[in-house]
């Protein structure tokens, strides 16, 4: 996060296209420790504003769930075209099979 990604990536997944998640709350048995506070997203404005809980049930309002998952989605596909055009340049230049391309993550 920030999900950013061109227009047209965005105009991929119209917001009628996109549902929330069917079940919000904590699976049985998941440890304490696993449930996401939401700490990073919290610190964006419009996310603050909603005043959420930290409850162990997903409070975030359905509008905005779809909202989050749309930038998600628009942004993982931006992604996979940058990624798409790294592996075209670099068999091109011969270097495809020579070279080590490693992607991390905080999640």
């Known amino acids: 996060m920030p999900f950013v990604a ?5 105009d991929m997944y119209p917001l009628d296209s996109i549902k929330p998640a069917t079940n919000s709350y904590v699976p049985k048995g998941l440890p304490r420790i696993e449930w996401s506070g939401w700490g990073e997203l919290r ?8 005043n959420l809980s930290r409850a162990e049930a997903n409070d975030m309002p359905d509008n ?7 930038g ?3 942004s993982v596909s931006f ?9 075209d340049a670099l068999e091109d ?5 020579d070279t ?3 992607f991390t993550g905080d999640q």
């Open 6 to 10: 061109p227009k047209k990536y965005y």
């Open 43 to 50: 610190n964006y404005h419009d996310i603050a504003a909603l």
């Open 64 to 70: 905005e769930a779809v909202l989050l998952r749309r």
């Open 72 to 74: 998600y989605f628009a």
């Open 79 to 87: 992604t996979d075209n940058q990624i798409g055009k790294l592996l």
């Open 93 to 97: 230049s011969g270097h495809l099979d």
């Open 100 to 102: 080590i391309i490693a």
